[in-house]
């Protein structure tokens, strides 16, 4: 950690900080701009007084965070969108959406993930109700409503409805609104017969180039017989594209901690650039100039790749990364391999600053920094003699390292940690240098229409080899530990653990081992104290469940669940898995759902399809309609007098709509769990 270059340190720190600043505090940008030239101006006469740039003065260092947070704070503020006057969100009226469709001329720019209804793409606005604008949208196409995929930078026309992305309803649930929101994608539209394509518009760009590449790639594969299964693999590995690869395939590489394996990013990346240092390596025997040519051909190598593999973010980051590593391993000096780090994360963050919320982002630089400092620690406790022990030491050194500087995020993020983590990496990591060398001679190979189909039989027995070996190892679940509650404070502190014990084991001092064990207590202590506060926490929740009245009741660490119907395997993980995790709570379903429920002086009463209910027996505070029951609601009311009305997804929107009108003459609150979510009762 000493060989860090401090400035470049501060830098990178500073606007980490800004960016922080700027996404979360609502500051006017002009004031921002003010503030950060006047800072500059600061700064300057600080340098001039002290006659060097970075001397250690207080107030330059100083000066110089201000400078930089200041200048996090500007990016996000320059980069969102919105601030651009042609941004269709000052084009046209939002608060009028819902009940108008618009005229949107568009190309699409990425393909995303398909449902199982829906092909997702993102599409960049051109024009929108005959106004020239700009901004990426979420397109939804029906499956049945296409036969094939849109091409990238071709031009559209369509006339939709454009919706805000919706929120999650239930407690917890993964917020897809706020994750495209760091994207600058707000908006979606959902069109099928509208969609009309203008040929004689083609939006031309790096990634048509990219994909017009990676057509005729799997074009020239489709002629050698690879399964649907070998096809989505090699697409993953090689070209960046895993949005076909099948759902059961997917969950088998992320239980066996190998989900890295399927996303072209650090981890390829590096192995392709070891492969280039070994191909170009005689440029350093035979020309004067031959390592500054081995460098120009190394990142233009790299920077070729990720073109053809789509630019996505997480290829972007590696290329990026790892072009600034190779000017640092041609130095030769691991001072550069850390600077070349900050350097890249710096620049990054200028072209999108939002990219510090990114999980891929922040998984690449962590595993890079982790194996570059972590490692050398934990190989120096064991010395083999033997070159096949010491090289499978070093792949087991490096799993270990990345895996521990990416444990806090793992639980943080995903709250489950393969156990077997490191059998997989052990088979794989190693096979998969060679595998990559051998796919990118296969692909050249049948781009030229040269292939050998013996080669590309071969290849296809290494691709289900490797997904055998990962099913294998994904199957031994008791080795995979799921539902991990894992808080921000949890986060932290285990940062802080990793950090001193490695310090401990970097020199081995009584004052490094102390603060190594008050951390560890420390963190133990969170834990109990956050099992304590969970286990007083008690409320009732009316799930929004289409279909099905969903009605939980958390009590002593317990969330029993009453539902009108059963409740799929499927259905369950979806609405109660993340809340489960956040509160520390056992699952039991095995209750049937009742009409009335007292809770907290509080009587529910549920009134389902059969309309049936006791007028003289209640006089509830909530009344839960469920299941669209065939009432008059004003002769309800009059009869039950309810403090408030709660209306589950298990009903027709039609009815719903008509109740709110009803209560809302009479000032009755109402609740409809399909637009506010799940409701909860402290």
């Not at 072009?323 to 990054?348: E, H, V």
């Amino acid at each position: 950690m000493k060989l860090l270059n401090v400035p470049f340190a501060i830098i990178t720190f500073s606007s980490l900080v800004g960016v922080l600043l700027g996404y979360y505090l609502n500051v006017d940008i002009i004031t921002l701009l003010l503030c950060f030239f006047a800072s500059i101006c600061l700064l300057g006469i600080s340098w001039k007084q002290s006659k060097k740039i970075f001397a250690k003065t207080f107030h330059f260092t100083l000066l110089m965070i201000v400078v930089f947070i200041l200048f996090g704070t500007v990016l996000v503020k320059i980069h969102h969108p919105r601030n651009h006057s042609n941004h269709y969100t000052n084009l046209i009226n939002l608060n009028h959406l819902p009940q108008n469709k618009i005229g949107i001329q568009f190309h699409i720019k990425e393909r995303l993930k398909p449902t199982s209804y829906y092909c997702k793409y993102i599409a960049s606005i051109k024009f929108i109700n005959n106004k020239t604008a700009s901004g990426n949208l979420l397109l939804l196409l029906p499956k049945e409503s296409i036969s094939k995929t849109l091409d990238f930078g071709n031009t559209y026309t369509t006339y939709a409805e454009l919706k805000p992305i919706p929120k999650p309803l239930n407690p917890y649930q993964f917020d897809y609104a706020k994750h495209l929101s760091r994207q600058y994608i707000f908006h979606q539209i959902t069109t099928q017969e509208h969609l009309l394509i203008n040929n004689n518009i083609i939006e031309w760009s790096l990634f048509r180039l990219a994909d017009q590449i990676r057509k005729h790639i799997n074009q020239k594969l489709e002629t050698y017989n690879f399964s649907s299964k070998q096809l989505s693999i090699i697409n993953a590995l090689f070209l960046g594209q895993r949005q076909d690869i099948d759902q059961e395939t997917f969950n088998a590489y992320r239980d066996a901690g190998a989900i890295h394996i399927l996303a072209v990013s650090g981890l390829h990346v590096g192995i392709i650039l070891l492969i280039l240092n070994f191909i170009f390596r005689p440029l350093d025997l035979f020309y004067n100039h031959g390592k500054t040519i081995k460098l120009i051909l190394t990142i233009t190598s790299l920077w070729s790749f990720a073109i053809v593999a789509g630019l996505s973010p997480s290829v972007l980051r590696a290329v990026t990364m790892f072009s600034f590593l190779a000017i640092g391993m041609q130095i030769r000096s691991k001072t550069s391999i850390y600077n070349s780090l900050f350097i890249s994360m710096f620049i990054l963050l200028c072209f999108n600053p939002l990219l510090l919320f990114s999980v891929g982002f922040q998984l690449s630089y962590l595993a890079v920094f982790a194996i570059v400092w972590i490692q050398p620690i934990v190989a120096q406790r064991y010395h083999p003699k033997y070159y096949v022990i010491k090289k499978l030491w070093e792949t087991f050194t490096v799993t270990i390292a990345a895996q521990l500087g990416l444990l806090p995020l793992t639980l943080f993020y995903f709250h489950q940690f393969p156990g077997l983590f490191f059998v997989s990496n052990l088979i794989i990591i190693p096979f998969l240098g060679v595998l990559l060398g051998y796919g990118i001679a296969i692909i050249l190979l049948a781009c030229f229409g040269i292939l050998p189909q013996f080669m590309a039989v071969l290849f296809g027995l290494c691709i289900d080899f490797m997904n055998n070996c990962i099913s294998w190892v994904a199957k031994q679940e008791e080795f995979l530990f799921t539902g991990i509650p894992f808080s921000k404070m949890m986060l932290i502190m285990l940062f802080i653990v990793i950090i001193l014990v490695m310090m401990m084991l970097q020199k081995q001092e009584r004052r490094r081992l102390y603060l190594s064990g008050i951390s560890m207590l420390t963190m133990v202590s969170i834990l109990i104290y956050e099992k304590h506060t969970a286990s007083k926490i008690q409320e009732l929740v009316i799930f929004q469940n289409q279909r099905n009245t969903t009605l939980g009741v958390l009590e002593n660490l317990e969330l029993h669940i009453y539902s009108k119907d059963s409740i799929s395997s499927k259905t369950q993980k979806f609405l109660f898995e993340n809340y489960q995790i956040q509160n520390h709570t056992t699952l039991v379903i095995n209750n049937r759902l009742k009409n009335v429920y007292k809770y907290k002086e509080k009587t529910i009463l549920i009134i389902d399809s059969s309309s049936i209910y006791n007028i003289t027996a209640l006089k509830p505070d909530i009344l839960l309609l469920s299941n669209s029951p065939k009432i008059h609601l004003d002769r309800v009311i009059n009869s039950l007098h309810p403090k408030q009305i709660i209306v589950d997804g298990s009903n027709y929107k039609s009815f719903i709509d008509q109740w709110e009108k009803s209560c809302y003459k009479r000032k009755i609150p109402f609740y409809r769990t399909d637009k506010k979510g799940a409701f909860i009762l402290k």
